[in-house]
């Protein structure tokens, strides 16, 4: 399974983006998905996840109540939203496939992994 992030760019705090994960093949609907997060200097760490149905979700304190994780199994793409952006989200995001349906925030139980998207929040 290969994944493509897009979406990513250059946007002022308060902003808004929404970037997407495309896979490769049909079996990624059966996997849980996630999208973890790198800035500069510092530790991958997880944002956001989803369950293969898409009914179950997850997300780091930092991004709760701004960010929403979405999935269209038929179209083989998980989405997140992110709104209220601040500087401190500024990183390169990854989208990535769980060996499981069930979604978690430990990158360790993530194969997949895509090539990452730059978010640049401007203050």
């Known amino acids: 399974v290969q994944l493509q992030a897009s979406g990513g760019g250059l946007v002022q705090a308060g902003g808004s983006l929404r970037l997407s994960c495309a896979a490769s093949?049909?079996?990624?609907?059966?996997?849980?998905v996630g999208w973890f997060r790198q800035a500069p200097g510092k530790e991958r760490e997880f944002v956001a996840a989803?369950?293969?149905?898409?009914?179950?979700?997850g997300y780091a304190d930092s991004v709760k109540g701004r960010f929403t994780i979405s999935r269209d199994n038929a179209k083989n793409t998980v989405s997140l939203q992110m709104n209220s952006l601040k500087p401190e989200d500024t990183a390169v995001y990854y989208c990535?496939?769980?060996?499981?349906?069930?979604?978690?925030?430990?990158?360790?139980?993530?194969?997949?992994w895509g090539q990452g998207t730059l978010v640049t929040v401007s203050s």
């Open positions: 093949k049909r079996t990624f609907s059966n996997n849980a």
């Open positions: 989803i369950n293969w149905r898409g009914d179950s979700t």
């Open positions: 990535a496939g769980n060996l499981f349906s069930s979604w978690s925030d430990d990158s360790r139980m993530y194969r997949y």
